[in-house]
C-alpha cells in the first residue's frame, strides 16, 4: 500500500466510520468499504473538503460557511450502529425554508454513510457558521427529485461544464460515474432558522 494511503488511513478512521478510503494502487483498500474509485475530479477535492470540514469543526462555524464559493452547513447525523454523532461538511442549496445536500459521495459507487444513517433516523442537526439547529431528513423523490437535481447541478457547477460539456453540473458528472441514483436530501429545520 502507498505510504500517503497508510497515512490517511490511520488520520481518517479517526474520523469516524463513515470516511471512505481510495488508494492509487487499487480500487479495493484494505479494511475499507469502498469498492470503486472517485471520479478523478473528486480525487483532486477530496484533500482539500476533508481539510474544510476539519477547519468548519475546529473553529466552531466561524471559519468554513462557504466552500469553494459555495454555502456549506455540518449535517450530524446519528450512527446506525454505533449510535455515535457523526458531522459532515456539505454543500447546499435552499428550497424554500429548506436545506438540499446530495449524497453524491464523489460518483462512488457506495453512497455516503451519513445517508444511511439519516435513513435509519431522520432526527438530524444542521449547523450553518455558527447557529445549529434540528431537522427532519428525507430522501426527494420523483418530480420533487428531479427539480432539486436541476437546481443542485446549476448552483454546483464548478468546471464540470468546461471539461464535460453535456453535463449541467458537478453531479451529472458524478452521476455518470456510478449505477446507483444519487440521492438528493431534504433537510427541513424542525424550529424556524435564521441561517442562510
Same mark, same amino acid.
Given at each position: 500500500?502507498?505510504?500517503?494511503?497508510?497515512?490517511?488511513?490511520?488520520?481518517?478512521?479517526?474520523?469516524?466510520?463513515? +470516511?471512505?478510503?481510495?488508494?492509487?494502487?487499487?480500487?479495493?483498500?484494505?479494511?475499507?468499504?469502498?469498492?470503486?474509485?472517485?471520479?478523478?475530479?473528486?480525487?483532486?477535492?477530496?484533500?482539500f473538503l476533508r481539510v474544510h470540514e476539519l477547519v468548519y469543526k475546529?473553529?466552531?462555524?466561524?471559519?468554513?460557511?462557504?466552500?469553494?464559493?459555495?454555502?456549506?452547513?455540518?449535517?450530524?447525523?446519528?450512527?446506525?450502529?454505533?449510535?455515535?454523532?457523526?458531522?459532515?461538511?456539505?454543500?447546499?442549496?435552499?428550497?424554500?425554508?429548506?436545506?438540499?445536500?446530495?449524497?453524491?459521495?464523489?460518483?462512488?459507487?457506495?453512497?455516503?454513510? +451519513?445517508?444511511?444513517?439519516?435513513?435509519?433516523?431522520?432526527?438530524?442537526?444542521?449547523?450553518?457558521?455558527?447557529?445549529?439547529?434540528?431537522?427532519?431528513?428525507?430522501?426527494?423523490?420523483?418530480?420533487?427529485?428531479?427539480?432539486? +437535481?436541476?437546481?443542485?447541478?446549476r448552483e454546483n457547477r464548478g468546471l464540470a461544464p468546461v471539461f464535460?460539456?453535456?453535463?449541467?453540473?458537478?453531479?451529472?458528472?458524478?452521476?455518470?460515474?456510478?449505477?446507483?441514483?444519487?440521492?438528493?436530501?431534504?433537510?427541513?429545520?424542525t424550529r424556524p432558522s435564521s441561517a442562510s
Amino acid at each position: 500500500m502507498h505510504a500517503n494511503a497508510i497515512w490517511q488511513n490511520d488520520q481518517l478512521r479517526s474520523l469516524g466510520e463513515e +470516511w471512505l478510503l481510495y488508494s492509487p494502487e487499487s480500487t479495493e483498500l484494505e479494511g475499507s468499504r469502498m469498492r470503486t474509485p472517485y471520479t478523478p475530479g473528486a480525487l483532486l477535492v477530496g484533500p482539500f473538503l476533508r481539510v474544510h470540514e476539519l477547519v468548519y469543526k475546529a473553529t466552531g462555524g466561524v471559519v468554513g460557511k462557504r466552500m469553494i464559493g459555495r454555502p456549506s452547513l455540518l449535517l450530524t447525523t446519528t450512527g446506525r450502529k454505533t449510535g455515535k454523532r457523526r458531522e459532515h461538511a456539505l454543500v447546499f442549496a435552499r428550497d424554500g425554508a429548506s436545506y438540499v445536500v446530495v449524497a453524491s459521495n464523489g460518483g462512488n459507487d457506495r453512497a455516503p454513510g +451519513w445517508l444511511f444513517n439519516l435513513r435509519a433516523n431522520a432526527d438530524v442537526e444542521v449547523k450553518i457558521g455558527r447557529e445549529r439547529f434540528p431537522a427532519t431528513a428525507r430522501v426527494a423523490s420523483g418530480e420533487e427529485r428531479e427539480r432539486l +437535481w436541476e437546481q443542485v447541478n446549476r448552483e454546483n457547477r464548478g468546471l464540470a461544464p468546461v471539461f464535460h460539456p453535456e453535463a449541467k453540473g458537478r453531479y451529472d458528472v458524478y452521476q455518470r460515474h456510478t449505477g446507483r441514483s444519487i440521492d438528493v436530501v431534504v433537510l427541513t429545520p424542525t424550529r424556524p432558522s435564521s441561517a442562510s
